[in-house]
């Protein structure tokens, strides 16, 4: 039968199957999107991030300095690879090769679409691989912003203040990290619980999913206050 870690893989990847169904499903209804991760927390004081975007634009948050330049080529080089970036024109367009270079990865867990991007979303969900070494819905959403041209506005880490930023018990920057950032969570608009806060749970406490909500206790008062 499955084991603990089967069920988690098969949850996770239903879990990100969905978030791109999700995506496409939204903007039948609306003409601006924000998406959040449910891990995701946001501050009562945070601007209108549609405003900070602006209409037409993609609003993401780049993972520049949270990997080596090498890692975050290679990602890149599998997703496109895996999707079929380089198929007809873009295979002997150097402009395109140059403008993959300077395209940042980005997290997918705040994201701010816009309607123009739901025919675009329609042409690459077929395509769609759920599996890790494409990064899944991360990969995915790159792959579709890259090869439908679509006009990105990156975000500063305050919109997206990565899990890893932060200490397990949510008490400040992770001192690993503070040369990416100039501000301590409390001045971060949202606070994305990924692998930093997640892992170091994991092994402090393995099983126990009551910490989490602890860690989103402290969190909440760290933002607030």
Known sequence: ??????????????????KVKIWREALRHFSSV???????????????????????????????????????????RVICYRYGCFEGPFLKDPAKRALLDRLDFFNSGVVVFDQSHADGLD???????????????????????????????????RWNYLGS???????????SKTHLVDYPPKEAYFVHLTTGIN???????????????????????LMVN
């Open 1 to 18: 039968g499955l084991g603990r870690d089967d069920h988690d893989i098969i949850y996770h990847d239903c879990v990100k199957a969905a």
């Open 34 to 76: 924000l998406y959040l991760d449910d891990t995701v927390i946001v501050a009562r004081n945070s601007p209108d991030i549609f405003r900070i975007v602006g209409k037409g634009n993609l609003g993401v948050v780049g993972e520049r300095g949270t990997r080596t330049d090498e890692e975050t080529d290679a990602f890149k």
């Open 123 to 157: 042409r690459r969900i077929p395509k769609y691989a759920n599996d890790q070494t494409t990064k899944r819905d991360q990969g995915f959403l790159f792959y579709t912003a890259f090869v439908e041209n679509w006009s990105v506005k990156f975000l500063d880490f």
């Open 165 to 175: 930023f932060v200490l397990a018990d949510g008490s400040g920057p992770h001192p």
């Open 199 to 221: 892992m170091n749970m994991a092994i402090e406490d393995r099983g126990n999913y009551a910490a989490k909500d602890k860690v989103f206790a402290s969190l909440d008062k």
